[in-house]
Each structure stands twice: as C-alpha cells, then as structure tokens.
C-alpha cells in the first residue's frame, strides 16, 4: 500500500479564496481523521470519521470549516473563505480502530493564506 | 480543564546518553497512551503503545512507563544516535486521539 496520500502537498493562497484539501486513506481502514498543526497549538484534532460517517467535528474550529467523506478511499477538509490565520500543517491519518491502533498520517499539505 | 504537556519544547543530549522524555496529562483517564516520531515536513510515525495496565513496554533501544497514578508517562531512547534527532510526540487514546506539543530533541555526535 502506498500510504496515506494527500494532495496538494503545498498550497498558497489569498485571503477569502476557497480552499480544499485532499485525502485518500490507506485501504481497510475505517477511521479517517483531520488534523492541524502549528507552533503555537500544536497538533490538533479537527474531525474524524468511522465508516464514511462523520464521529465528532467538535475541534473544527468556524463554520467556515467542512470535511466530507463520500467514500472509503476519499476525505475532503474545505476552508471557505480563508484566513491567513488558517496558515498551518494539515494532516489526514487513517486507522484500522480507535484506542489501540496506531494512526498511519499522510506527508500533510502546507496551507499559506496571505 | 484537560491538558497534555511534554516536559520541554527542547531537548539536547550527546551521543551514546539516553534521552528521557516526560510527557504528563490532567483529567483524562487514557487506556492507552501512544508515542509518535516526527521529522521535518513529514506526518507523525507511531513508535510504542502501551495499555494502562502495563508499566514498562520496550522496542529495540526504546522504553516506555505508564504511571497512572502519577498520569505521566516517560519515554527513553538508550545509546542515543544523531539519527535520533526528531520531535517526539506523546498521544492520549480517550474517545479519540489528543497529542501533546512534542519534544525536539537533537543527538550531538
């Protein structure tokens, strides 16, 4: 399997452009999550799936945030309209459970809002 | 309020030493705690998990406790190398997966 793939690996844009991320988990796997990272805050928990289905969204932080997953081989996270205070690291990882199971993480997309 | 922290932004040690990273966490009650690798633009890399009913669970030159009632967990790399150098991430499973904000830690040969 080649892993979690995400696309675009980088992405700039301007301030209230539309913006969506991509992410094809690995195979088997029925847990997909969102996350952001940056300095200030770390790795943070956006929203994750079981099943297609979304579990908690509760960390997406606007309603200016959206993830879908109309399949098992693909998640979107869209950000409309963008602020340059969106700039982070998003990573997609996927997982065969909750607890127990390691989180496989995809190589992230680099989002720069100016 | 619930809080994950890793005992500093950054550590440093020389080569050959083992490297002791703490990772300490209030009002969660984890049955399982995880830690991560992370390098430069790259996602996190699961290493150990252990369950809290295990104290010590170890892989190669890593080692990892679980003190639940102390709520720290402790991570060691032994015969600490420059490849090494990375940022280690300690991961709470509760309902879903919380991270703390990592250790750099850098291996000077």
């Known amino acids: 399997d080649a892993g979690v793939i995400q696309s675009p690996r980088h992405e700039v844009t301007e301030m209230g452009q539309e913006v969506t991320l991509r992410c094809k988990p690995i195979s088997g796997h029925d847990y997909l999550f969102w996350y952001r990272q940056t300095m200030m805050r770390g790795l943070e928990l956006l929203i994750y799936?079981?099943?297609?289905?979304?579990?908690?969204d509760s960390g997406m932080p606007e309603d200016r945030f959206s993830a879908k997953m109309p399949n098992a081989s693909f998640s979107t996270l869209k950000i409309q309209p963008s602020e340059p205070r969106d700039s982070a690291v998003y990573f997609c990882?996927?997982?065969?459970?909750?607890?127990?199971?390691?989180?496989?993480f995809g190589p992230g997309t680099r989002l720069t809002v100016l | 309020s619930q809080k994950i922290e890793q005992n500093s932004e950054a550590l440093n040690i020389q080569e050959g030493k083992t490297a002791t990273l703490t990772c300490n966490y209030t009002n969660y009650s984890p049955a399982y705690l995880q830690w991560y690798r992370q390098d430069p633009g790259r996602g996190p890399v699961f290493l150990l998990l252990i369950r809290e009913n295990e104290k010590e669970k170890r892989k190669e030159r890593l080692k990892v406790t679980f003190d639940t009632t102390l709520k720290q967990s402790l991570f060691h790399i032994t015969a600490s190398q420059p490849a090494d150098s990375a940022t280690y991430l300690c991961?709470?499973?509760?309902?879903?997966?919380?991270f703390g904000a990592g250790t750099r830690l850098t291996v000077k040969p």
């Open positions: 991961a709470l499973a509760v309902r879903d997966m919380r």
């Open positions: 990882a996927s997982s065969p459970g909750l607890g127990a199971s390691e989180q496989f």
């Open positions: 799936f079981n099943n297609n289905v979304p579990i908690d």
